[in-house]
């Protein structure tokens, strides 16, 4: 269970939204709401679809064309061992 430290002479509103904050940064508000209706395997793959490219908007946001040339020949050089292994 997850908590928060009222510390001496702090409003109640701010321990609160401390509190708050927490729990929407580690995701747990957002699966209580998901949760509180049955899920389809189909709505379920949209909703992971949608947060997917989100991650992967985010990622080629801040990712140069340098790095995304050293991770595919990062790839292609495992690719080539695992079928030279095999």
């Not at 109640?12 to 998901?34: P, S």
């Not at 899920?39 to 949608?50: Q, W, Y």
């Not at 989100?54 to 050293?70: E, M, V, W």
Request: hydrophobic share 30%; charged share 40%; aromatic share 4%.
């Amino acid at each position: 269970m997850r908590g928060v430290t009222i510390n001496k002479g702090e409003p109640v509103d701010r321990a609160l939204k401390r509190m708050k904050t927490m729990l929407d940064n580690e995701g747990i508000l957002e699966e209580m709401r998901r949760r509180r209706s049955f899920e389809t395997p189909v709505e379920r793959a949209k909703r992971k679809s949608r947060s997917a490219s989100k991650r992967n908007k985010q990622r080629f946001r801040y990712t140069s064309p340098g790095q995304d040339a050293a991770a595919a020949a990062k790839a292609a050089e495992k690719a080539a061992e695992k079928s030279t292994q095999s």
